[in-house]
């Protein structure tokens, strides 16, 4: 399962990537982006959506299996592996708890991009911040 998560977490971090370097890739700057980049920003947006539920997701299922570690399943005869492998159990707590700092900041960026593609659906000065 832990497996799992580690493949989980770098691919969601490769589209973190990708989509810091975005600006690089796109041709032209934020004001040229018109009706022709609409569909990509749909795009961006279930993208990021997408990952922010699959990297939650994978972390509630091994936290699920991490209580199984620490408190055994007397009915499979699984023993508790906390009370063996204590170092393993404390680096658990700290990787899910760094996956749902993490999934908490993609949620933040999932909103961002829902903010960069419903500007285009909005009136004019709508969603636009106040200059000075």
Known sequence: MY??????DSAAGVCNLLQLFRGYILPGSKEDL???YRYLAWGF???????AYIVF?????????SMFAVTGESSFQWMKVCN??????IQIVGALLC????????????????????????PKKFLLLKGK
């Open 34 to 36: 018109t009706s022709n």
């Open 99 to 122: 996956g749902y700092c993490a999934s908490i900041f993609m949620a933040v960026i999932s909103s961002i991009s829902a903010y960069n593609l419903f500007r285009f659906y909005s």
């Open 84 to 89: 063996r492998f204590t170092r393993f159990c």
């Open 57 to 65: 997701a994978a972390n509630s299922a091994a936290a699920q299996a």
């Open 45 to 51: 947006c279930l993208l990021d959506q997408a990952a």
């Open 3 to 8: 497996s799992v998560l580690v493949w989980i």
